[in-house]
């Protein structure tokens, strides 16, 4: 492996397959647990392979901005895998993803060493997940090492298949808030008029922010929020 890391992390990515995507969409608005089989092949010997089963919690914080979300939104994972987000972050990808500012936490995992051909042990991986019928668990061929960025591809991948879905949702809820009698014409106004000072200056948007949460409705206005971030990127 190059001493490289920004090779290290292209190399995981380019080399991992979903083979098995998990079926059921993120929540919205809370925690959703993915379980996953990751299946790598061992680097020096032939007809060895290594499995990694284990489940990740994807978080949906109140607030997070895209300059902090690298540092903040990864638990259990190695250097590596940050500094393929912090890369994400900084080249403009996967933009999606740092603006519904999901964290991620690897909970638990196990590992074992199998003497056997890989394609073996993934047919019988498939096999097993698709008898359990688990709409939230994934089967992944990625490599040794760095294993966990090839959960982090997985886990992109999971926020990109959900997005349309998890857009309408809070679309609805926005919609609700503004329809909301609880919502004051005053509270609202205010709000109006803190969104267009924070599209002016940049500075004002942790105001906004705190707002927004003062008066309970970031996640009705969560899109639109972190639309100022991307429109300025």
């Excluded at 001493?3 to 608005?29: C, W």
């Excluded at 992109?156 to 919502?183: F, T």
């Excluded at 000072?197 to 922010?209: H, T």
């Excluded at 927004?212 to 929020?225: G, T």
């Amino acid at each position: 492996m190059s001493n490289d890391k920004t090779f290290d992390f292209h190399y995981a990515v380019a080399n991992t397959e979903i083979l098995i995507p998990p079926t059921g969409r993120l929540e919205t608005f809370g925690d959703t647990i993915l379980g996953y089989v990751l299946v790598s092949e061992a680097q020096d010997e032939i007809g060895r392979c290594k499995v990694r089963t284990g489940r990740m919690r994807m978080r949906k914080p109140l607030l997070v901005t895209p300059e902090a979300y690298a540092e903040r939104s990864l638990e259990g994972f190695s250097d590596e895998a940050r500094k393929y987000l912090e890369w994400l972050r900084d080249n403009g990808q996967e933009v999606h993803v740092l603006r519904y500012g999901y964290s991620l936490s690897r909970e638990s995992f196990s590992e074992q060493d199998v003497s056997r051909p890989i394609g073996d042990v993934l047919e019988d991986a498939a096999r097993d997940i698709k008898a359990r019928k688990d709409p939230y668990l994934a089967l992944v061929r990625g490599v040794e090492d760095p294993w966990d960025v090839c959960l982090l591809r997985l886990f992109l991948d999971s926020v990109s298949r959900s997005a349309r879905h998890n857009i309408e949702q809070l679309a609805q809820r926005q919609v609700a808030v503004h329809h909301n009698p609880g919502v004051s014409p005053q509270v609202r106004q205010e709000i109006e008029e803190a969104f267009a000072a924070a599209a002016k200056d940049p500075s004002l948007r942790n105001r906004l922010g705190a707002l927004l949460q003062k008066h309970s409705v970031f996640s009705a206005y969560e899109e639109r929020f972190f639309g100022l971030f991307r429109e300025r990127e």
